[in-house]
């Protein structure tokens, strides 16, 4: 076994913050035992936060609200242009207006099932209580969530469940929650007690002592490079989907900050538990540097089909009833259209490599509207779907109305991320991660419409205790900006840029990123194998050794340069897709969206190992390049027992 496909196995690790005792007090239970600042104290204290999307504008808030000083970072020109406004289709809460037989309970039971398993009980239950708050939090900002008829809020139904509890506002969820938090982060913004510095991105992160005390941010626009302080660190940056180069991910969306925040010693969990979310408007060339996201909500009414006869030439609509295969209505009678994220999106590749794929280069399936057109009429599936339909239109130049979407399966969300407690802390003391950054609520599989939720229960609710807890708990001395942490981490930050603006080779960081990230969709992408994780071990250092002699970066530092950031995410990318294959190849089976071809049951479904690989993956840096460490948390179930899923 060569260097770059071992490890050496650590310590176990264990959550000591989650309390003990049944599931549904251990969230009440914990705040009652979280140690308070005093009111009066708490202007005392200073809290970096870094991001402004949900988890990161909630957080900022809250923060502020509660009286501490909040120095807030994004990479944006505003925060509202944060990739939270991006999310369309809706925000779980087991409100129950539906009165469908949906709760709490049933929530935490979906969420545990459609990870597959690889979720803490403690903070799922947490997430799924939060879940009713958030709702509450949300339409007293003013948040316009569609209404039904007699006015209470409407929910509709997502994949991997069978209740209707997914509140929306149209197709733009995302934009009106993220706009909820924008004015309350603005308000306190107006009264000094956020300080806000926009297009400018964290590179490193300081620590003192063991604790984390700063961070590293350079200017995007001046290239100045500056460092904060603060007693402690927040990290609201999303997650690592553009690892891949395409991906339904904002182009600034990144994953420095939490890679640079492992390389100072926060561990990172769960790397190779990535999501391919079904519903994308299929890549169509090279030319490409993102995806597009269909919103998952349209399965609701669209229904997924493909030609029976492989090669079928025919347009859609010359295509009749009987010769169409609307598979997944077939294969998962129960759910249907709404199977959760990774089935669907591994059945719409089956069928592909099938032959019967549909579009160019057979790279698609079509997502059909005439039924629904015909039972509901043309004008309430506009009212549910207009925008996401002229979206299609504008990027296709196709019409939804008369001819069915064509989607395929893309990568979208993380559920690894840096390893953290009960609390939000990483293992760097004062180092706390929320949102998509952590690896925390969802397991090996996201359900749809739990991004958003988690976002805002981290930022809202759990944050603003745990933090509280920390401070009161941790005394904080003064450290000066010439404290030698300080200046070594500034000067580490410049030399790696000074590195890259050096080289003047003879490729871009663009060229780097698209081979990349066609390296990982190939071996680490829809499924996986023994033998192509091996090949991408072999390539991705041989890869990171070209880059440092070959990339090429104009300009200069003290500068606005889109070169030299790129350049700079690429490299962190480089180390991160090394760690995420060789935590795909040690996870010697399939759960959610880690598909190892190798671990499947008879008739194609993913096939857990409970006995092995019930925990999870924290991994420790060690160097680049160098075995790291792997550090087990196990999972222990008390509530919902491990099953084969099945959704048929």
């Known amino acids: 076994m060569t260097r770059y496909t071992s490890y050496r196995t650590g310590d176990p690790l264990a959550d000591t913050r989650a309390p003990a005792g049944p599931v549904e007090q251990r969230w009440d239970r914990r705040r009652f035992e979280a140690a308070l600042v005093n009111p009066a104290n708490r202007r005392k204290h200073t809290v970096i936060v870094v991001g402004t999307g949900l988890a990161g504008g909630s957080a900022g808030a809250t923060l502020a609200e509660q009286g501490y000083r909040v120095v807030q970072f994004c990479c944006q020109d505003s925060p509202r242009r944060a990739h939270s406004i991006a999310a369309q289709g809706g925000i779980n809460a087991a409100k129950n207006y539906r009165n469908d037989g949906d709760s709490v309970h049933r929530l935490f039971h979906d969420t545990v099932k459609g990870g597959d398993f690889r979720a803490r009980e403690s903070n799922v239950h947490r997430l799924a209580e939060l879940s009713v708050q958030i709702i509450d939090q949300c339409v007293a ?13 409407d929910t509709r139904s997502f994949g991997g469940v069978q209740v209707s509890r997914t509140f929306y506002a149209r197709g733009q969820t995302g934009q009106q929650l993220l706009l909820g938090a924008y004015q309350a982060l603005s308000r306190q913004i107006a009264a000094g007690r956020v300080e806000l510095h926009a297009r400018t991105e964290m590179l490193d992160l300081i620590v003192v002592d063991g604790r984390a005390r700063g961070i590293v941010a350079r200017d995007l626009v001046t290239g100045r490079i500056t460092s904060h302080l603060a007693d402690a660190v927040v990290l609201a940056t999303g997650g690592y989907g553009n690892v891949f180069h395409l991906s339904t991910n904002a182009k600034n969306s990144n994953a420095t900050a939490i890679w640079r925040a492992h390389r100072r010693g926060a561990w990172f969990a769960n790397p190779c538990f990535t999501q391919i979310h079904p519903t994308c408007i299929p890549r169509s060339g090279d030319h490409q540097s993102k995806l597009t996201l269909m919103s998952e909500s ?30 997944l209505e077939r294969l998962y009678p129960s759910f249907g259209n709404l199977v959760p994220r990774d089935i669907a999106s591994r059945a719409a590749k089956s069928v592909c490599d099938e032959g019967r794929g549909v579009g160019p280069g057979g790279q698609g399936v079509y997502l059909d509207f005439a039924d629904a057109i015909a039972r509901m009429g043309r004008a309430a599936v506009e009212a549910k779907y207009g925008n996401l339909f002229e979206m299609y239109r504008r990027i296709t130049a196709e019409d939804p109305y008369a001819v069915p979407m064509r989607i395929y399966p893309a990568i979208h969300y993380t559920m690894g991320g840096l390893w953290v407690d009960y609390d939000l802390r990483t293992t760097v003391p004062g180092l706390f991660a929320v949102g998509e950054a952590n690896f925390s609520d969802h397991g090996a599989n996201r359900l749809g419409a739990s991004a958003l939720m988690q976002g805002l229960a981290d930022g809202y609710f759990v944050l603003p205790t745990s933090v509280n807890d920390y401070l009161a708990r941790t005394p904080q001395e003064q450290i000066p900006l010439d404290h030698p942490a300080v200046v070594e981490a500034v000067a580490d930050t410049e030399d790696h840029l000074n590195l890259l603006l050096s080289v003047n080779g003879d490729r871009t960081p663009e060229s780097f990123h698209r081979e990349l990230g066609r390296l990982l969709w190939d071996r680490c992408g829809m499924a996986r194998d023994e033998a192509g994780l091996r090949t991408a071990l072999d390539r991705i250092p041989a890869l990171r050794e070209e880059f440092w002699r070959r990339v090429r970066v104009p300009g200069s530092g003290e500068q606005l340069n889109q070169s030299l950031e790129h350049a700079n995410r690429v490299a962190d990318h480089l180390e991160l897709a090394e760690l995420m294959c060789l935590d795909a190849l040690h996870r010697e089976e399939s759960c959610g969206g880690h598909f190892r071809a190798e671990s499947r049951t008879p008739d194609g479904e993913a096939r857990r190992d409970d006995e092995r690989f019930a925990y999870v993956a924290a991994w420790e840096f060690t160097g680049t390049g160098a075995p790291p460490v792997l550090h087990k948390e196990p999972l222990v179930f008390t509530s919902v027992h491990p099953t084969q899923r099945s959704y048929a």
Request: charged share 30%; aromatic share 12%; glycine share 14%.
């Open 141 to 153: 900002q003013g948040v316009p969530f569609a209404r039904e008829y007699g006015g209470l809020l």
């Open 298 to 327: 349209l399965r609701n009414d669209g229904r997924i089909w493909v030609p029976r006869v492989q090669g079928d030439p025919r347009p859609p609509g010359a295509i009749p009833e009987a010769e169409r295969d609307y598979y």
